[in-house]
């Protein structure tokens, strides 16, 4: 039996194109860095601003639309057999939810965005390292990791759910269309769809574990003297390959239950201390005022664009957050929904949509905040330093602080964990997508997959660093921004046919019982 499946995930195309792209494109960074990095730049250019618009408009979309299902007549629907139970406790749904999605990219940015609006205000009219400044900082910062990030994983893991537990097909991106009647060409643009998202999603978890490769490197070179190069990197991305493939091959509900739950405790632990040890009543104050200006300035900053002056501050953030966000879509949505059996709509859009969220906004306010205090009330540079290099914002911070070795260290062990997680999570979905929808596909698979993705990343640092991340992320998400939209439109109709169903059953019973 276990060589009739292995054999199947060799001889399915999507398996086959995808590693092939994949794979060329890797070849094409590691014998051509330079060429690879000069069209990153002017691709990253091109998107930013001619497709800028469409991200937006879509994402703030997508919002609406999630809101609507959690809170109308279908948020009551359970994603499978209606006395189904959840797989897993909250807590750690949640905890993988927040392991998966995004821990790695607030640990990364935690400090170093909130800082760097701070010295760089989003508006001309804000001077830098003002007291005005820092308030803006800390209300885009919320605004960049809350709802709308994770309205997007919510819009593809709720379709893959409800048509894998509830409709009870395959688990796979091209499944959650089956709400739209194609009639012509329908497996070829299928075979299409389930290619792009997983090329979509191995762009978007290397942008992912390039970032965090880049701040572990940091943090080893600030604390430690070590060489912040190339060579470094690869030997980090290495050693996270030997880590995430050994997780990756124990199953769900070992390697990545346990990881999930780690890190979750570790971000509670690390919060409360760096809560009660640093500016307590100032962090609680900017956390109350930061979470008043998100939502009283909600959409203004959900469609702000600036065609007007020409200014490239939201192409720089805002867009390229919606369009890693979008390309991390697949795997995020497909994990979500594998971990997410016997909830209801409502318990989906809201654990998913509004709980991790709330814990970026802890984050952000704990170590964001205490950033900003030092800076304004203590005159500390940590803002300048982070300007010169991003990638050791949260070890600069750390450096104010008693313990600062210890906290240093455990902090790139998060880093790591969340890393082998998402990487982890992702190796086991792009296996799951790759094996015909296969619920518990082939190790070999796994292992291919794992180090396409280390190939990946790596190609990406050496070539172009960041922008190259922010590029390549830029392009994958545009397609999969035109699915996700047809996803949705496939999400309602086949809830409200099974409403209409319900409804003509109910009144066929009640006609019989008269």
């Not at 097909?169 to 075979?191: A, M, P, Q």
């Not at 880049?214 to 996270?240: D, E, K, R």
């Not at 205090?373 to 949260?394: G, M």
């Not at 439109?489 to 009144?507: C, F, G, P, W």
């Amino acid at each position: 039996m276990k060589k009739t499946k292995e054999k199947a995930s060799y001889n399915n195309s999507v398996f086959k194109i995808s590693a092939v792209i994949i794979a060329l494109f890797t070849i094409w960074g590691a014998l051509s860095p330079k060429s690879l990095a000069k069209n990153a730049s002017a691709v990253f250019d091109f998107t930013s601003y001619s497709f800028g618009w469409f991200y937006l408009f879509s994402v703030a979309c997508f919002v609406a639309f999630c809101l609507y299902l959690a809170f109308s007549k279908y948020g009551k629907i359970k994603l499978g057999p209606d006395n189904e139970k959840p797989d897993f406790s909250l807590f750690t749904w949640i905890s993988m939810l927040f392991s998966a999605g995004f821990g790695v990219g607030i640990v990364f940015w935690g400090v170093a965005e909130p800082l760097t609006h701070f010295a760089n205000p989003p508006f001309d009219d804000i001077e830098p390292q003002s007291v005005e400044a820092a308030r803006l900082a800390m209300r885009y910062s919320f605004f960049n990791w809350g709802i709308h990030q994770w309205s997007v994983f919510t819009i593809v893991g709720l379709a893959l759910a409800y048509f894998q537990f509830r409709k009870k097909s395959k688990s796979l991106v091209s499944e959650t269309l089956t709400g739209i009647h194609i009639k012509r060409g329908r497996k070829s643009i299928k075979k299409t769809v389930n290619i792009l998202a997983v090329i979509a999603t191995v762009i978007g978890v290397s942008t992912s574990l390039g970032m965090g490769v880049l701040q572990i490197n940091g943090g080893l070179n600030y604390v430690y003297s070590l060489p912040n190069n190339a060579w470094m990197q690869t030997v980090i991305v290495l050693v996270l390959l030997a880590l995430y493939l050994t997780s990756a091959t124990t199953g769900l509900n070992k390697g990545i239950k346990i990881l999930s739950n780690t890190n979750m405790t570790l971000v509670i632990l690390l919060m409360i201390y760096f809560l009660f040890q640093g500016p307590t009543v100032f962090i609680l104050e900017s956390f109350v005022v930061g979470i008043g200006d998100y939502l009283q300035h909600f959409t203004e900053m959900s469609l702000y664009l600036t065609p007007y002056s020409g200014d490239s501050w939201v192409h720089d953030w805002t867009v390229f957050y919606w369009a890693w966000v979008i390309a991390w879509s697949p795997f995020v949505g497909s994990f979500v929904a594998r971990i997410s059996r016997g909830r209801t709509i409502r318990e989906f859009v809201i654990g998913v949509m509004i709980v991790p969220p709330v814990i970026a906004f802890m984050w952000m306010a704990i170590f964001g905040g205490t950033g900003l205090y030092l800076d304004l009330f203590q005159n500390t540079a940590i803002a300048d330093a982070v300007s010169k290099d991003v990638t050791t914002a949260i070890f600069v911070l750390l450096n104010e602080f008693p313990l600062y070795t210890l906290f240093s260290v455990i902090i790139m062990v998060l880093i790591a964990i969340f890393l082998v997680t998402s990487a982890d999570s992702a190796v086991f979905v792009l296996g799951m997508m790759t094996s015909d929808g296969n619920l518990n596909p082939s190790n070999m698979v796994k292992i291919i997959w794992g180090v396409l993705l280390a190939g990946i990343t790596i190609v990406l640092i050496i070539s172009s660093g960041l922008t190259g991340l922010q590029a390549a992320s830029l392009v994958s998400a545009l397609p999969f921004t035109i699915i996700l939209i047809l996803i949705s439109i496939s999400l309602y109709r086949s809830l409200s046919n099974d409403r209409k169903i319900e409804r003509t059953n109910l009144q066929k019973v009640q006609k019989k019982a008269q």
